[in-house]
């Protein structure tokens, strides 16, 4: 269809002239079942989204591909301009996609800290979780994205417990991806259980250490009660304290310590794990 194509490829006057002759504005197109106003939305074509809103467009019509809706589109890509239209037009914030994501989850884990900005100031689900029971921080938190983890931890409501279907929280994804700042501004938060094991019984600590993130291993180890880690998953490195802790909890279990080193690696891990002790 022609208003399929001109808004998808941001051709205003043409979208203009199609829509004086009463072009069908919801039209789907047949390979993914999306709208003028959809594709117009994605593309951040701000003019042609303009002109669609002004006709008798359906503004929340979902694809039936994703499940997505124009907002979530623009907010995933970042186009303020076309995602602050779209609210204005009263457009619903907590629709969720087929992956149980709403548009402010698709925001924050791009990293589209404006779009958030707007998203926030809207009546929006802030634990809202996906099919994989995600919620918007953990989607944050898992990319590292640092600014979108300060917005969200800010707002009252937001849990930085959530726990996922896996029993993984916000700070075991930063912890386990290597997001160091991250892990800090989740660590500012008293309420934050740092000892929270996921249904694997693997806490965040353990996570930076099964990854070789030695800089987060180092920001909890201090932090964390039990540390009671798996063996194979420690750091190199670690302050004296720390390496006091580790000591005292092999003896305990009846592990052995080599001399000066202590090598671990018992679990087959690509990292080189020295604990100087």
Sequence with gaps: MPLLWAAKKG???IVKLLLEKAADVDFRDDTYSRTPLSWAAENGYEAV???LLKSDVNIDNKDTSYGRTPLSYAAEMGHVAVVKL???KASYVNFKSGYGLTPLSYAVMNGRE????LLLKEAVDLDSKSIAGLAPLSCAAQ???EAVVELLLAKDGVDPNSKDKDGQ???????AYGHKAAVELLLLKDSVDLDSKDNNGRTPLWWAGRRGHSDIVKLLFGKCHDITLLRGYLIADLPLVCTERVEHYYKSMGWSLFH?????NTFNNPHVHVLRL
């Design 11 to 13: 051709q205003e006057a």
């Design 143 to 145: 990319y590292g994205h």
């Design 86 to 88: 779209l609210l204005e």
């Design 260 to 264: 000066e080193n202590i090598v671990i």
């Design 49 to 51: 989204v303009k002109l």
């Design 169 to 175: 929280m916000p700070l075991s994804w930063a912890a």
């Design 114 to 117: 404006e779009v958030a900005k």
